[in-house]
């Protein structure tokens, strides 16, 4: 097998495609390039009986109808009445 050098113009899309894949994969254009064209023509350079993955759940101790990703809005209502209650007592103190 040998590599073939050739000019391939690329629409700007296509390159930013490229050039966005190349960041998050850092792998240099030609390897994103070649397996984008691996891809899109259905050869993948993954092995066929690779492992399927599997993420373990494991309990978090939270109670129902706790949803983890509301947390950070806790937090801010937390701050928002720490913030109210130190400018009153600021406002009281000046009176």
Same mark, same amino acid.
């Given at each position: 097998?040998?590599?073939?050098r050739t000019t391939v113009t690329l629409d700007p899309d296509v390159e930013k495609l490229?050039?966005?894949?190349?960041?998050?994969?850092?792998?240099?254009?030609?390897?994103? !390039?070649?397996?984008? %064209?691996?891809?899109?023509?259905? @050869?993948?350079?993954?092995?066929?009986? =690779?492992? *399927?993955?599997?993420?373990?759940?494991?309990?978090?101790?939270?109670?129902?109808?706790?949803?983890?990703?509301?947390?950070?809005? !806790?937090?801010?209502? %937390?701050?928002?009445?720490?913030? @109210?209650?130190?400018?009153?007592?600021? =406002?009281? *103190?000046?009176?």
């Amino acid at each position: 097998m040998y590599a073939m050098r050739t000019t391939v113009t690329l629409d700007p899309d296509v390159e930013k495609l490229i050039r966005d894949k190349m960041h998050r994969s850092r792998k240099s254009f030609k390897m994103t !390039l070649n397996d984008a %064209i691996r891809k899109a023509l259905g @050869k993948s350079n993954l092995p066929a009986n =690779r492992a *399927k993955f599997v993420v373990a759940s494991r309990p978090m101790g939270m109670l129902p109808g706790i949803d983890p990703a509301d947390l950070t809005d !806790l937090d801010t209502d %937390i701050e928002v009445d720490r913030f @109210k209650r130190t400018t009153r007592r600021m =406002r009281e *103190k000046l009176k």
